[in-house]
């Protein structure tokens, strides 16, 4: 990987080690096992838990464990390496649902929601997009409603990471309709999560102390082409009560605060993808090297050397892109363009690489007893989520633009 002493400080090194040793003896042995059967990973959950994984970027005075988003993003890199469902446990609930309320949040909000999720009792989700509005996030149709000092919630949302295992949501809802972007606020919800028995046995994923908001429920797991035992659904509101405590910032200003978390939010799917290629290539690297054809290994012919090179190149180039942006989103500075620039370009690493290693593996490649094939599945959503490649583009070319004082 080279030395990479640019980005790191002592403790980023430790914590890359500490969960690639995690992810090698917990999850290697049971990740294909969990994307087959497409249960949820509660045992590994709280393994996770035990270590931090959910707190890592968040103040110990919030349970968090202090440290910063270059850490987080090693981390969700590491566990993708070996299995991006478990990574993206780690991944979405720390930048979509933990992350807003430490921006955002009101210390009182902090004490009662960040704490869980930071210190790994409960898992976290985030509604933005809904069955009519993906891209178009703020042609949602969520609406919220005065009525005396509570906000009355009405909607519905799809696609929602944890929305059956979690408990505790940020969502977005319509407060002053015709206003578009300018009429969004965030909520903070809660309701417990599917699992109940499972969470109490094991110690992770519930606390007695958050109250279920009666009207908020959730649809079935929505079955996918990868990320399997991830739980993704639904999540419907039917007259949700919400006091006006759980507002996420101001009335009417939520949209911004997506915004930012999706910037942040990016960084952490590129991050993600990094790890599915850079563990498609150890792959391809440890087969091309075992395998033989036509009297020599593989990766004793050009043609696949040419191969791993490109793969290789590639890998390099969004990791450098990745630490990059943390780098500037930790230190204050401008990385929008930076944060969609590395997104965009790990996730189509991560489909090209996963692809390429495929096909390295031959008709092995298409079984699933190598890893690679389910790699190349959990791939494809990383070009999708948080903004598809084609979004990821007009938010570059929108920044170029302005920086030439023009769009
Ligand atoms: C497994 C999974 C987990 C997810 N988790 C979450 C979550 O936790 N929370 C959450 O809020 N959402 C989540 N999502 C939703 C995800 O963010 C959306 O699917 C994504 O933003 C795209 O929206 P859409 O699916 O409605 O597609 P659409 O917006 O309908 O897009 C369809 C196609 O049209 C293209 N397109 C749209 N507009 C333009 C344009 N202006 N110019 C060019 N092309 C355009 C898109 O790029 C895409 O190719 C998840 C999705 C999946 C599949």
């Not at 464990?65 to 993206?88: F, N, Q, Y």
């Not at 990471?161 to 606020?185: D, L």
């Not at 190149?313 to 780098?327: G, I």
């Not at 007893?369 to 959503?381: G, L, T």
């Amino acid at each position: 990987m080279g030395d990479l002493s640019l980005f790191f400080d002592d403790h980023h090194e430790m914590i890359r080690e500490m969960v690639r040793e995690f992810a090698r003896a917990e999850i290697a042995p049971v990740a294909a096992e969990y994307d087959e059967s497409e249960a949820f990973p509660w045992p590994n959950g709280a393994k996770m838990a035990e270590l931090g994984l959910f707190g890592i970027p968040f103040q110990e005075e919030y349970g968090g464990a202090g440290m910063d988003l270059l850490a987080a993003a090693l981390a969700v890199e590491e566990l993708a390496r070996v299995d991006a469902s478990h990574s993206i446990m780690v991944g979405a609930h720390t930048s979509l649902a933990a992350t807003p309320i430490a921006r955002w949040g009101t210390e009182d909000q902090k004490r009662r929601f960040l704490a869980p999720l930071a210190g790994g009792r409960v898992l976290g989700g985030f509604g933005l997009t809904e069955p009519g509005s993906g891209s178009d996030a703020a042609a949602m149709r969520t609406i919220a409603q005065k009525k005396g000092d509570r906000w009355i919630l009405n909607g519905q949302k799809t696609w929602i990471t944890h929305g059956g295992v979690g408990e505790i949501f940020v969502v977005g809802a319509v407060t002053s309709p015709n206003k578009g972007a300018r009429g969004i606020t965030v909520f903070i919800l809660t309701k417990e999560t599917c699992d109940l028995d499972i969470a109490r046995e094991i110690g992770f994923g519930h606390a007695q102390e958050l109250e279920p908001m009666p009207g908020f429920s959730v649809g079935q797991k929505l079955r996918k082409l990868g990320w399997n035992a991830s739980d993704t659904r639904e999540l419907i509101f039917e007259d949700v009560e919400v006091p006006e405590d759980q507002v996420l910032g101001e009335v009417d200003r939520g949209f911004p605060i997506f915004l930012d978390t999706l910037d942040g939010g990016r960084i952490g799917i590129a991050a993600h993808a990094l790890g599915i290629a850079q563990g498609a290539l150890d792959e391809a690297v440890r087969y091309t090297g075992e395998r033989e054809q036509f009297g020599k290994k593989l990766n004793d012919f050009q043609g696949v050397q040419f191969m791993l090179a490109e793969m290789q190149l590639k890998v390099h180039a969004a990791r450098m892109m990745t630490y990059h942006a943390a780098r500037l989103r930790m230190d204050g500075k401008p990385h929008k363009k930076e944060a969609s620039m590395a997104k965009l370009f790990a996730s189509e690493t991560a489909m090209d690489v996963t692809t390429k290693a495929v096909q390295l593996h031959g008709g092995y490649g298409y079984s699933r007893e190598y890893p690679v094939e389910r790699m190349m599945r959990d791939a494809k959503i990383t070009e999708i989520g948080e903004g598809t490649s084609e979004i990821q583009k007009i938010v570059i070319s929108r920044e170029l633009l302005h920086e030439h004082g023009q769009g």
